[in-house]
């Protein structure tokens, strides 16, 4: 049991590890390849536990909450509220992150 057995036993660990990782890799993009059909538009935390979802389903969009224990679509979205969504988004987009927070918490303390 000396230093070789060390060093022996800390390759086969490194060996393991990387071989890990590429499974681990070659795994996540065959299940992301039979999602084709189902694609996640936007998430929005709600709490910890719990967040709201846009997502596509085959040309469809739904809005759904999520949590630990239940998924449930909400809704599915109309023409106009996809405009809706699709011009607030560009909105968002050409605005730096920080004024949009910042525009978030002025219109919550307009509110109150």
Known sequence: MGIEFVFKSMA???????AANYLIKQLNQLAMKSARNIKVIER??????SSLYIIEVVGRYYLM????QNNE??????GAELEKYIE???EQENKPEWLT???EKLEKRKQS
Not at 12 to 18: E, N, P, S
């Open 44 to 49: 929005l935390p709600l709490s910890k536990t």
């Open 12 to 18: 086969a660990l490194i060996v393991i590890i990387i």
């Open 101 to 103: 927070v910042l525009t």
């Open 73 to 78: 679509i909400l809704k599915e979205l109309n």
């Open 65 to 68: 909450s999520g949590t630990e």
């Open 88 to 90: 607030t988004a560009e």
